[in-house]
């Protein structure tokens, strides 16, 4: 088996990223998210993949400071971060198509 390549940060960021159910779906740990569209048929993509088959790397952990706009009475919240994330084996994964239709 091949090492996992995203590290032990991999699912504490994908936590803050994404819900994931409580228990496996047929061995699988399912992660969802609202940031998914679908097409004008109601059709939905998704992915169903090996955890080794996407790399992830965290450059820069996130640098948040506050910046104040003294002509907009306020301050702004910055946040920013550099991180990286590729596709590693395209085999360990398959798409599914989902329909929104009953």
């Known amino acids: ?14 936590d803050r990223e994404y819900s994931m159910k409580e228990e496996p779906v047929a061995g699988i740990t399912v992660f969802e998210s609202t940031v ?3 097409d004008s048929a ?3 993509v998704g992915a169903a993949m090996s955890a080794d088959a996407i ?3 965290l ?3 996130m640098r948040i400071e506050n ?14 971060m550099a991180y ?5 084996f395209d085999v360990y994964g398959v798409q599914l198509i989902g329909d929104a239709n009953l």
Not at 84 to 88: D, K
């Open 59 to 61: 450059k820069r952990s």
């Open 1 to 14: 088996m091949a090492e996992n390549v995203m590290g032990d940060n991999y699912y504490t960021t994908m």
């Open 36 to 38: 998914v569209t679908g």
């Open 55 to 57: 790399g992830f790397m």
């Open 42 to 44: 109601g059709a939905y």
């Open 84 to 88: 990286g994330v590729s596709e590693l």
């Open 67 to 80: 910046q104040r706009d003294a002509s907009l009475r306020a301050t702004e919240i910055v946040g920013s």
